[in-house]
Nanobody, 125 residues
Framework: QVQLAESGGGLVQAGGSLRLSCAASRRTLSSYAMGWFRQAPGKDREFVARINWSGGSTDYADSVKGRFTISRDNAKNTVYLQMNSLKPEDTAVYYC??????????????????WGQGTQVTVSS
């Protein structure tokens, strides 16, 4: 099964940018659609973005649309989340996840069988 590892989190001021990476091992990433989720303290894990296996289709939560961009480089076995115009409410642990569905829209966390350990993103006001 695929193993996932996130990186790129950190502390940034409001209005700043970060790029998260999710590297896959044990399996080629091109076999999977990939999602990004986040979980703030005391809140449920929420969908952020999804990209299909080829990178040709994406889906975004309304709260990040126009600010975040999901992309992938299958040759590098890596998925990215470019986050611009960050807000304090974006503060959370960010997780990448993988599944093998061909659907573009898959927003339920329970439908993703493979997860990384998460990376903390903190946006100060």
């Amino acid at each position: 099964q695929v193993q996932l590892a996130e990186s790129g989190g950190g502390l940034v001021q409001a209005g700043g940018s970060l790029r998260l990476s999710c590297a896959a091992s044990r399996r080629t990433l091109s076999s999977y659609a990939m999602g990004w989720f986040r979980q703030a303290p005391g809140k449920d894990r929420e969908f952020v973005a999804r990209i299909n296996w080829s990178g040709g289709s994406t889906d975004y939560a309304d709260s990040v649309k126009g600010r975040f961009t999901i992309s992938r480089d299958n040759a590098k076995n890596t998925v990215y989340l470019q986050m611009n115009s960050l807000k304090p409410e974006d503060t959370a642990v960010y997780y990448c996840a993988a599944d093998q569905s061909l659907r573009t829209v898959v927003r339920a966390a329970g439908l993703y069988p493979y997860w990384g350990q998460g990376t903390q993103v903190t946006v100060s006001s």
